[in-house]
């Protein structure tokens, strides 16, 4: 049984910076949740879940959604099974509920390959 779960979502205001964490724990058959890529996705009111960011299991690539890239950074731990999403420059469309998840392979960018989701954390940036 694999978990993970978000921490660090808040109220800031535009202009600002969060850093979310994801912790992950558990194990899937024979493999260790480290060897996974780890992402992050957002879901607006009304909107479709969309890919933010992602890192590949031992940190050499990472993936950023155009709206995202140069402000926010995507980051992991393995030794602590934790994957960071450090946001600054903040904007009011950035206000999303967070969802880490985690992926054995294939396209990061979209939400098919991701096996393990956690429960979302509420990011929302006030103008």
């Known amino acids: 049984q694999v978990q993970l779960v978000e921490s660090g979502g808040g109220l800031v205001q535009a202009g600002g910076s969060l850093r979310l964490s994801c912790v992950a724990s558990g194990r899937t058959s024979g493999r260790s949740i480290s060897t996974y890529a780890l992402g992050w996705f957002r879901q607006a009111p009304g909107k479709e879940r969309e890919f933010v960011a992602a890192i590949t299991w031992n940190s050499a690539n990472t993936y950023y959604a155009d709206s995202v890239k140069g402000r926010f950074t995507i980051s992991r731990d393995n030794a602590k099974n934790t994957v960071y999403l450090g946001m600054n420059s903040l904007k009011p469309e950035d206000t999303a509920v967070y969802y880490c998840?985690?992926?054995?392979?294939?396209?990061?960018?979209?939400?098919?390959?991701?096996?393990?989701w956690g429960q979302g954390a509420q990011v929302t940036v006030s103008s």
């Open positions: 998840a985690a992926s054995p392979g294939g396209n990061y960018y979209t939400t098919q390959p991701y096996k393990y």
